[in-house]
């Protein structure tokens, strides 16, 4: 039973560019989430999406936005990539509704 | 908004000793969900313990086990029997279950734990 899948591991891009992050569910899951761990801290929530719809969005800027495809699926695009953007990009699957969330390895953005 | 605070950055234990780790948390809510997560070095987080808010019994899996507070908006972390393999970060976590199908984690800043042979 494959657990959640993220891609690439690890990415490095300069200022400017865009970025696409990817993310398989948990099998039997349909609900995604993204977070966002700067080096030292927590994760911060950036969206879920359930049903190929951005459900809820945490306090983050047009620059993130999502996409969550009918095989459950999801990607995380980041636009005009700042410095602050480098941080660790977690990926969580669930069932609608019930916990617990299951968190893939995280794909590490490096901004130069 | 809910906010999550863990007042212990590091914290270090014998191995085969107990420790504790602290979180508090703020909410104006009745109904919400607890949670410790460990994330070791190899990044991925990892649910180790979770607590309703409405059970008044304090959660238990194996050596971890909780001291859930709920007037006092504490939720401490009790790992038994320290093993080396215990050695990440751990972050305490807040869900609201008055949100319909939210999935929203709020994390504390974590606390980095140590075990020592």
């Known amino acids: 039973d494959a657990g959640v899948t993220q891609s690439p591991t690890h990415l490095i891009k300069t200022r400017g560019q865009q970025v696409t992050l990817r993310c398989s569910p948990k099998s039997g899951h349909d609900t995604v989430s993204w977070y966002q761990q700067a080096l030292g801290q927590g994760p911060q929530f950036i969206f879920q999406y359930y049903e190929e719809e951005e459900r809820q969005r945490g306090n983050f800027p047009d620059r993130f936005s999502g996409h969550q495809f009918p095989n459950y699926s999801s990607e995380l695009n980041v636009n005009a990539l700042l410095l602050g953007d480098s941080a660790l990009y977690l990926c969580a699957s669930s069932l609608y509704g019930l916990q617990p969330q299951h968190f893939g390895d995280g794909t590490r953005l490096s901004i130069l | 908004a809910q906010t999550v605070t863990q007042s212990q950055p590091e914290m270090s234990v014998q191995e085969a000793e107990t420790v504790t780790l602290s979180c508090t948390y703020d909410t104006s809510e009745s109904d919400y969900y607890l949670f410790w997560y460990k994330q070791p070095p190899s990044r991925q987080m990892i649910l180790v313990i979770r607590q309703e808010a409405y059970k008044q019994q304090n959660a238990t899996e194996n050596r971890f086990s909780v001291n859930f507070q709920k007037a006092a908006k504490s939720f401490s972390l009790k790992i038994s029997d320290s093993q080396l393999g215990d050695a990440a970060m751990y972050f305490c976590?807040?869900?609201?279950?008055?949100?319909?199908?939210?999935?929203?984690?709020?994390f504390g800043k974590g606390t980095k734990l140590t075990v020592n042979p």
């Open positions: 976590a807040y869900r609201s279950a008055n949100q319909g199908g939210s999935e929203k984690l709020v």
